[in-house]
């Protein structure tokens, strides 16, 4: 088939038939369709969506577009957990260790950041000696042997949606619902899951702005994945202010904080709950707990007892790193107090990413290169109670300068009020 | 400004500013746009179009793109003519030598012939020894001296259009009517012309195949024309039959017949109908005559006085060839002769247009050579009484089993009724 013709299909708004899409999928994996014809097919399907059957379709023609990762010999349910991206989102760091301190099994391929949504293996990198080039055979013994392995996706992985999502990044044409969908849940299935858990993030700091285009997501991605088989439950979770600290060697120092069960601030506490819930919401996916709820009781148990630490401890001297190696920390500390009494309103998560990265915390382009050392301590959250002088953020910065522009961004991203505000709950809905 | 920006607002159904068509059109000329992203811009320009202000900007972006035709020296007004092509469609090579007979002067840019419709620099290259390598200074001579000259576009004409045009063809994007009016318009103001004469064809064998999509094609480059500051004249014309005989050579061939004066097949009765509509609204429109009827008069009169004829000698001498020349002629001349006594019901232009290029007579991609001499005659049109046994084409073949293939889809082509058939007017509509 023409792949003209394809591309007339999707413009007039037909349906697809599954061979459409495959040729398709296999096209933009090999790099036979041009460039331009794919960006033009793009267009057509963010202007002229593709229907629940067609979004099914394509996910799966993406999976089966490269090598699928076999995990034959791991313990079933095969789990995975993603998130869509948020600022300071660490929370697969924390709750990898739970799940794996529960009985759980995950062996987990993880991607790097863009923008201001961080990427796992960025953070797990800023780790002294932590491996990322171990081999699937190695990573897959070390899971079966402690219960977890994370690593980077390998190079074949769905490579349709690596070809698409390169030209969606340049033409417009990456809010797209069932574009995402396709693109999230193809990984997830080329990298063998059939239990997955899902943490739509909403906000300014997240991929979706708004609650409303959150749920949107977060519905499609419920339906596509159930039409493709496999086992989901999702978490709406708050992204309009950011989940704790940023910057890669700092949001491991807060994920080891909480993992030691030591949190205290309003920031690590907003991340501990997160960590809690979406833990207990794994543990029920895959019938060790009998709903949530417990779920997060036996999460919360492990983070009480020191199993979900020593988990994490395991995990990092298999990967060659330590829980208890020194993380790079920037030359310039600096503390930003609070300038009167108040409640904190807001703190805008989009505002404390896109400084972390002007510090060099992040990447502009996908070429760029991470400090890990710089970032941004969030010692409150909104609704903490402040007083005049009290430590609202750390800045770590590689010089004065840069400590002095990220100080001024922070009291921009930041409203104190007068009055008392409510603290706002991080996972909003789960399903 | 960030193309991609500019993307997102064709996307979104926003109206472009002036500046981003020009970013646009440089960017295409020059290629420091991407392909991929122009194709996803086209892509968005054909599900959200671009409205008249748009489409008018974007057609003096274009023609501003590369270098423009200075006709200073031309006496005015600088007239050129476009027909959006069909089958059999030699109008040009006939109606340019009956202007030039009544005073005009004609300095005119023309195409190659792509599918089923052909284009007449390849039609006067089926003449012996017809140049088209003269220079702009030499033609612009001649046209002073003898009222026209024809030439194909200088490779630097509307650079913009070009690599849009070469996008449109392979993404599914050409059928957008602001896309279609701005490739056609840019070229014609870079080409020099400040008066033009549209022949905008409608049926199977030419570009728009229902008369509702050719007015409203219609109406769009009479709006835009004048939003340009051209001074335009719209013939809405009838492509359902083929416009006379098919194939480089014939057409040459019958162009010249009608030029001196002889036609006396429907098929040619056809043809010379249509150049004397079209000539009598070019007088008009340049105030040669008062109106369409009496241009239509002083053209009629051009060919019976053998001035027209004249024209045409002294124009193919001027370009190295000569109306009395030999033309290529195919070995095998096959009488297709009708099976019964009846009326000429129907001629499937496309069918017959695509007929011939199986016989080599036209390009099916851009790089194939054109065999001149091979075609069809069409003796007959719609209406027609023919006899059994009477001839209703000549099929001129390069092999006798070519002309089997040609023949038989000739006859799937025709449908000859019992009863008596209306002739159908050739000229639908002026404006």
């Known amino acids: ?224 994945a159930k039409a493709c088989g496999l086992n989901c439950r999702l978490a709406l979770t708050d992204m309009s202010q950011p989940l704790g600290s940023v910057g890669n060697a700092i949001e491991i120092g807060e994920s080891l904080t909480i993992l030691r069960n030591e949190a205290s601030l309003d920031g690590e506490m907003r991340v501990r709950e997160s960590c809690l819930e979406l833990a207990g919401l794994s543990l029920a996916s895959v019938k060790l707990a009998p709903g949530v709820r417990e779920g997060r009781e036996i999460a919360e148990a492990a983070l009480g007892s020191g199993k979900a630490l020593a988990k994490a401890r395991d995990w990092f001297a298999a990967q060659g790193g330590s829980i208890d190696a020194e993380l790079p920390m920037a030359p310039v500390q600096r503390s930003v107090a609070a300038g009167k009494d108040g409640w904190i309103a807001e703190i805008d998560a989009e505002s404390v990413g896109v400084s972390v990265i002007a510090m060099g915390g992040g990447r502009k382009t996908k070429n760029d290169t991470i400090d890990p050392s710089v970032g941004v301590r969030v010692h409150v959250a909104v609704g903490s109670a402040v007083r005049q002088g009290e430590s609202l953020f750390t800045i770590c910065a590689g010089s004065d300068a840069m400590a002095d522009r990220t100080e001024k961004s922070l009291r921009d991203a930041v409203v104190l009020s007068d009055l008392p505000v409510e603290k706002r709950p991080v996972v909003l809905q789960v399903f």
């Open 1 to 224: 088939m023409n792949f003209q013709e394809i591309i007339e299909v999707r413009r007039d708004g037909r349906r697809h038939s599954e061979s459409e899409l495959r040729v398709l999928a296999d096209g933009a994996a090999s790099g036979e369709i041009p460039d331009y014809q794919l960006a033009a097919w793009l267009m057509a399907a963010y202007l002229r969506p593709l229907d629940d059957q067609e979004t099914a379709w394509l996910t799966q023609a993406m999976a089966d577009s490269g090598e699928r990762v076999d995990l034959t010999g791991l313990p079933k349910p095969w789990f995975d957990k993603h998130s869509t991206g948020g600022v300071g989102d660490k929370t697969t760091i924390i709750v990898l260790p739970i799940l794996a301190a529960c009985g759980m099994t995950v062996f987990k391929m993880s991607g790097r950041g863009l923008g201001t949504t961080g990427g796992t293996l960025d953070k797990l990198e800023s780790v002294p000696g932590f491996r990322m080039d171990l081999g699937i055979a190695e990573l897959k013994a070390q899971a079966k042997q402690i219960g977890l392995a994370v690593t980077g996706q390998t190079p074949n992985l769905a490579p349709a949606d690596k070809a698409l999502y390169a030209l969606r990044d340049v033409t417009g044409t990456v809010e797209s619902i069932p574009l995402l969908v396709s693109s999230i849940l193809s990984k997830k299935i080329a990298g063998g899951a059939e239990t997955i858990l899902l943490d739509v993030k909403s906000g300014s700091g997240g991929f979706m702005r708004t609650a409303e285009g959150a749920l949107d997501l977060a519905r499609a991605l419920a339906r596509t």
